[in-house]
């Protein structure tokens, strides 16, 4: 049996988690002394007071060396291999921890074969090449075959987003004070992807709504070129606004239903408030890895 891992920044919720046959190891979310498992989090309610977190931005940790140990243990005991495709190496040490788990469990069970994926990237954007290692491993392809499939399909997605406010951006250091003072005074509207595996900024707008329909133009012209295999749209903090796009820009555009879902706070309390897109297309994006795709295998 082939065992598809990945983590809680992927953002699948638990029960479609479950359903596909996904484990989901857990990354933690620690606020005013409390270490919140990511995975059992209500994340709206979570993110209910989120405007009050500015001040003093949640800090995250990764799963420990001891717990990625013990879940590659048991399936080499059970003689299982594993595929596992985690967030961004880039955004996070968990492929790294990972990694050396896998390595430490091999040393000690010669027979045990795994894949360790570097997504390089989080959400939905991790998640959709996720399911396309399931979909593989449900049409009967090998271990092989089914990381494969998760690269490939990580050449196929992109996540495109757009924040409330860039003083979230700043607090976390990932711009400076003058650039998030001067953006928020001219309503300055980045829109943002990830890329590379490291967020980076896709265009500049002025306002949010001119954001928000530069996302969409970029969608539409994704789907036009590339067709479309799946699409979600995430959100960070509220979630009102989110579903309100959903319904009225992106499902008239596709004409169909499409999930709302939000955002692992491990990377939205580094971005704010936001609403944005992750999209899987049929064929490859431009501009999606410009670089190598990390992977580490190992088989028996």
């Given amino acids: 049996m082939i065992k598809i891992i990945t983590d809680s920044v992927a953002s699948i919720p638990a029960d479609e988690a479950r359903d596909a046959g996904i484990e989901i190891v857990t990354l933690y979310v620690n606020r005013d002394g409390v270490e919140y498992a990511d995975a059992a989090m209500d994340l709206d309610a979570f993110y209910a007071d989120i405007y009050d977190m500015v001040d003093d931005i949640p800090t995250s940790s990764q799963p420990s060396q001891l717990v990625l140990e013990e879940l590659f243990e048991d399936a ?11 967030i961004s190496s880039g955004l996070s040490g968990a492929y790294e921890g990972a990694v050396r788990a896998a390595r430490a469990v091999k040393a000690r069970n010669l027979d045990f074969s795994y894949a360790i994926i570097d997504s390089s990237s989080c959400g939905y954007d991790e ?4 399911f396309d290692a399931v979909r593989a491993r449900g049409e009967g392809a090998d271990l092989a075959g089914c990381t494969a499939a998760a690269l490939e399909g990580m050449q196929a997605t992109r996540f495109l987003f757009t924040p409330e406010t860039l003083t979230f951006l700043q607090k976390g250091g990932r711009i400076g004070n003058a650039a998030a003072l001067l953006g928020n005074l001219i309503q300055l509207a980045p829109v943002l992807t990830v890329s590379d595996g490291k967020a980076t900024t896709f265009a500049k707008v002025r306002t949010r709504k001119k954001a928000l329909d530069k996302i969409v133009a970029t969608f539409k012209k994704d789907v036009e070129e590339h067709g479309l295999k799946h699409v979600v749209v995430h959100y960070i903090g509220d979630r009102t606004p989110a579903v309100a796009w959903a319904h009225e820009v992106v499902e008239p555009l596709i004409g169909r239903s499409v999930g709302v879902l939000p955002v692992s706070p491990v990377i939205g309390l580094h971005v704010g408030p936001a609403v944005g897109i992750a999209y899987e297309c049929a064929s490859a994006l431009a501009g999606k890895l410009n670089g190598p795709v990390h992977a580490r295998v190992s088989a028996s």
């Fill in 127 to 130: 998640a959709w090449p996720v």
């Fill in 76 to 86: 080499a005991e059970a003689g299982d291999e594993v595929l596992g495709i985690f």
